[in-house]
């Protein structure tokens, strides 16, 4: 946490408010599968459904939605008895590679998810094989760093710890002016957004943010033409 928090925007829920209105009226990929949501549906139990959860959020960075979707189903109907931390601590690197080698960064994210398996399958009792369920116990894991720790403790335990900042958050909260000065990391921005935002729209604003930056504000050439910000002269932009 800052020392001394960071002001609020003084337009701040005006224009929460309409990107909030903006994006009820779509649907953006973020909406149809995110990749904090498993895509695996059956009787899973809590503690695999979690694994799961887990691993799709590793598998995630620099990779559309539905390509982390499709690797995570990949693994498993791959690998003996489904995508279990036992199973994936088992498997062999290339079984893991060709399952996963459509995501960003494959190579290193078959280490970093077959490491996690592996200290997973290590923790003492009821615990063993479970997600952890804090942020240093996600933080510890190679790999998992806030953002995905904060998206996987609010998915898989329901624990609303901080909020979870990716490259649309960091963007549109800059492009907004909400951060004096302009934070130039992700974690940056998460320090700022958490001393003044209030603890309810922790949760929300990641979605939010990040469907409204794949439609309306993209990185290169946003459609300020059709953005209700620009519209109301909100967007300083």
Known sequence: ALEKPHPAPPKWKE???LIKRMREGIVAPVDEMPC???SINGAADPKT???HILISLMLSSQTKDPVTAQAVSNLHSTLPGGLTPAALDSASPDT???CINKVGFWRRKTEYIQAAAKRLMEFPGDEKGDVPKTLEGLCELKGVGPKMAFLCLQAAWDINAGIGVDV?????T???RWHKPQTTTP???RL???SWLPMEYHRPINPMLVGFGQIICLPVGPRCDICLLAKEKLCPS
């Open 96 to 98: 893991v590679s060709q």
């Open 174 to 176: 800059n492009r907004l």
């Open 49 to 51: 459904l979690r694994f």
């Open 168 to 172: 649309h958050v960091h963007r549109i």
């Open 192 to 194: 700022n957004l958490q």
């Open 15 to 17: 224009q929460y408010d």
């Open 187 to 189: 974690e940056q921005t």
């Open 36 to 38: 904090e949501r498993t």
